[in-house]
């Protein structure tokens, strides 16, 4: 429990610490950082609509930041979570215009599946190459993104174009329900909150969560025992993608109804910070993912009520992040301790 | 198609100047890794450094002081990343992606509060890196159209390749760069300070990726763009790993994300969809990586295989 306390304690520094900094930019350009910070939080939860707004930008987090998540168990880097939110969106988009002939409960369940299939398959890509041929899975994924990026893009704006002004394509035929409106809030919430939820029990209480672990904290141990890394570093990274592709599907059956084009920008890489700044704890990435989320539903009323603009919010989640990844930074008082001990 | 206007002289130019911001990115990775530091971070180090040379180039008239100033740039963001991950033990992919994002996130800033501008900056103000036009070449063919007109940081770039070739095999302080990255314990023992050795490299790497930035936006267009640099620093980290961080292999990689960036610009004039061409040179990058590191490990399993018979 102690352990417990101690991370609690360090991320709420790291926060403190990322809104501070984040203060001395808004004091640069010659606002009050206060009257900001107030705004920002009137824009995440004053009336219905924002709450609602706010909890529809967490549904995705909670996602991505599980996805980022789980394959981070299993010793994998995966950025490319962006992408498969891509693809797994053009999937439902697609088989929910098209497969019409399906009852709405089954075409819904289909979309899903579908989703997380292609998003799985997407991910298998950059976990062979790195499982068999040592391929960073870094650099792969990322480049990955762009190139899902630009094959939705192609598909929205010719094959499976509305024809309309805007790059996207034609309504699907089944949604999810929206409750909270005119806020885009809908029961992606619920299914994204229950995912988490087993996501937490697989890795925690199954035997497959074990390994996944194992072979993250130490393959040639992992090997040793009779897993094989390489089969589980891939499992992994395909649940992660399908995890990535289940957001894209939310996304759009339950917020745009239809596919937008790049309609997932920054979902990946923020369900990417709220994982790393707890450290892949898929106990507290929900807690994290629902501050970037007030963060980000809020920014856009900061920026209209005082003269703030909004990237500032992606400066404090930056600076947050690279505060958090520095294992040793609030340490000090450890030392200290421990000195004290010794004598 | 006309196969005869793809493949003409000028894609020779075309595809090195394509190629030219990717060469410094690599050569950015290239440094750091020597000593063992997968430098995720340029991405971010070369849009800071592409910001700072546009926003001091508008704000003084003074191209070179943009371009000294987008070193510093880099050099700050790279220290970041450096003292993160050597004084303070952050992962070094963590805090590249941190590194990246704040990158993303502060120009943004910037370009929105300072500038007063969202999007995109073009100003007529900027002023961008010279081009060097040598009249002598004006008479011969092939090669005025090959070398008239470059950009003095095109130039550059080959003095850099070989310079850092040069430092990296032939001194003393790049053998003990060397030394830090295959065997830090033996560095150690013969007396060479691991830690110094690492700040030096992730510092030099980071002039190098400002520069990179510089001559983005400065020398291989003229304005500054939100995310401009568009995964060209990860390019660059891939032709990186291409070359097993030898610089002259890492910029031969480069040469060839370059071809397939310049061919793909042509075929747009025969309606390929332009989405088609613009993921090319991530599928080729991606494709080259594959096969060069599977290549790699076929190689070791040989040598390996040689060892066991002995």
Redesign the interface.
Known sequence: MNVAVKSIQKILLTMLLALAIGALFILFIGENPLEAYGALLRGAFNGKLKIGTTLASFTPLLLTSCAFAVAAKAGAFNVGVEGEVFLGGITAAYIGINWTFLPAPVLMIVCFLGAMTVAALWALIPAVLKAYYRVSEVCVTILMNSVALYITSYLVSGPMSAGVANAQSLPVTVNLPQFMKPSSVNAGLFIALITVVFMIWVLNKTTFGYKVKTVGTNPSHAEYVGISPKKIFIQSMMLSGALGGMAGCIEVLGVHGYFLNNFAAGLGSNGMLASLIVKNNLIFAPFMSFFLAVLKSGAMGMQQSTGVPKSIVDTITAVFIIVATMELLFQFKDKKNKKEKSK | MDLGKIFSVSLIYATFRSATPIIYAALCAAITQQADI?N?GTEGIMLTGAFAAVAVSYLTGSWLLGVVVAMIAGLIMAM?MAV?HI?????I???G???N??A???T??LL???LGK?GTFSEPGIIAIPRVSLPFLAKVPFLKEIFDNWCITEWFVIVLIILVWFVFYKTVWGLRLRAVGQFPMAAQTAGINVNSMKYRAIAISGLIGGLAGAHLSLGYSKMFTENMT??RG??G??AM?FGGAHPILTAAGCLVFGLTDSIGARLQAYGV?S??V??MP??V??AT??VS??SK?AREKKKKSALAKA
């Open positions: 997968l995720i970041i993160g004084r303070y033990k952050a992962e992919c963590a805090i992606m941190g590194i994002l704040f993303l996130a502060i943004k800033f929105n509060s300072a969202s568009n995964a990860f390019m980290v891939a790993y969809p989405q088609l613009l993921l991530y599928v990058t991606i990586l594959a590191m599977a490990m």
